[in-house]
């Protein structure tokens, strides 16, 4: 990686900082992430600070969101020359990272509705020499999405990361997207989608969230199903490659096909979940079948979430990809490889998972290793993986029974 000084040309640091600082009208820090050094509003802390409230938006924890963003793009579009639009780009960070980091763009717009994100983002791609291939944009993101399409060209990949909801912003980001491409999107309001906010969620997804162990698991799923209802509106379907939950967000990447009987399809892949604490115990329906509202194992009442995406939320094939890029560049990549791994392991077409400590609770023992459970369930006949989402969470089709055998073995 170049030094930040050889990116400034020599100058000492101190006096271009000021420089800049002096030009934008507020304080600023150079950063290094990737292969790039940006500037960012001086950061009051590392963690534990409102990004919203800086000048430009800023946030270093989503470095992971950035880094596996640049392994997909690397991965999914190698030998091919696409147009790429960041709709919210704040600093621009990922932008120039997607510039100088992949060799697969010819083109990228990053687009901020702030002037101030706007002349930060040009202060980036200057430092960074990506001039040639980094076009900057100041609209409203709806406004940029929607005039593609209808004999204007669209992007191959279009990438909506604003701070909360992307709901707003999807359908247009839809209209932008090739078919045949894929479009990214960030959702960071996780008490809504989690289940905290339950009417904050209804309004924004027209889903209903469920307070659970795998909350966050159907945080996620709420999301690629609101993609996959706004994508069929405008006849078009998706299909995840690539999904993930960690920290403050969910954030999922589909790709975007042509067509309504594809739509409908896709359609039938969203229903509800239910879910019984007693029996621990996930129940299905079918979108268009009512909810399970009584365990038909112990007969108690049920709560329920959806409608939600019930089927993978990400290709094996793609993640492994991705996987094994990160793996070429670990000094980069380190913090994405714990969730790109347990993606790898994890079969997300089981809906849900439990922690086993809440096994343990329900048992009332103590927690035995996530790895042996689902080693033993395994050997027992039943399906069994890790999750993504939380390190000593199982996803299993076994019955809390075979469960039990396997902590009173272990125990
Ligand atoms: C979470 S930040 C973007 C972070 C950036 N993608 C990154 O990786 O660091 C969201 C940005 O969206 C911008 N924004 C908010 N509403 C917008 C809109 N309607 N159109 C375009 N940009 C918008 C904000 O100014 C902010 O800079
Ligand atoms: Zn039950």
């Not at 006849?235 to 969910?250: E, I, M, T």
Request: glycine residues 8%; aromatic residues 8%.
């Amino acid at each position: 990686m170049e030094s930040a000084p050889a990116l400034l040309g020599g100058k000492p640091r101190m006096s271009v900082d000021a420089e800049v600082a002096r030009k934008l009208g507020y304080e600023v820090e150079l950063r290094h992430e990737g292969k790039i050094s940006f500037y960012v509003p001086k950061l009051p802390s590392e963690k534990g600070y409102a990004p919203s409230d800086l000048p430009v938006f800023f946030n270093p924890v989503s470095k992971p969101n950035r880094d596996i963003t640049i392994l997909l793009l690397k991965s999914r579009f190698k030998g091919s020359k696409i147009k790429v639009v960041e709709a919210l780009a704040g600093t621009g960070v990922r932008s120039v990272r997607i510039a100088r980091e992949t060799d697969v763009v010819e083109e990228v717009v990053a687009n901020d509705i702030s002037a101030k994100a706007v002349q930060l983002i040009k202060v980036n791609v200057e430092l960074n020499g990506v001039g040639d291939l980094v076009k900057i944009s100041n609209l409203d993101a709806n406004e940029l999405l929607s005039r593609c399409g209808r004999g204007r060209p669209r992007y191959d990949y279009v990438d909506i990361d604003p701070a909360g909801t992307p709901a707003h912003f999807l359908e247009n980001g839809f209209r932008g997207c090739i078919r045949g491409g894929i479009l990214a999107a960030t959702a960071t309001d996780m008490a809504a989608l989690a289940g905290a906010k339950a009417e904050s969620c209804i309004r924004k997804y027209d889903a209903k969230p469920l307070r659970s162990p795998f909350s966050k698991e159907i945080a996620l799923r709420i999301l690629l199903g609101f993609a996959a209802r706004t994508a069929a509106r405008l006849g078009l379907a998706v299909k995840p490659v690539l999904s993930f939950q960690r920290d403050h967000y969910a954030r999922i990447f589909v790709e975007v096909e042509r067509g309504k009987t594809k739509a409908k399809k896709t359609l039938r892949k969203l229903g509800w979940i239910s879910y019984c604490p007693k029996c621990m115990k996930i129940y299905l329906a079918k979108r268009f079948d009512p909810p399970i509202t009584t365990c038909p194992g112990c007969g108690s009442k049920l709560e329920y979430a959806g409608p939600i995406w019930l089927d993978e939320y990400a290709d094996k094939g793609v993640v492994s990809e991705v996987l094994e890029k990160a793996r070429e560049e670990v000094e980069i990549y380190a913090e994405s490889l714990k969730t790109l791994e347990a993606l790898a392991l994890e079969d997300t077409g089981i809906v849900g998972y439990f922690p086993v400590n809440s096994y343990a609770e329900r048992l009332k023992t103590s927690p035995i290793k996530p790895s042996r459970l689902i080693e033993r369930l395994r050997e027992m006949g039943y399906k069994a993986t890790p999750t993504h989402i939380d390190p000593s969470g199982i996803k299993t089709d076994a019955p809390l029974k075979a469960v039990e055998e396997v902590f009173k073995e272990e125990g």
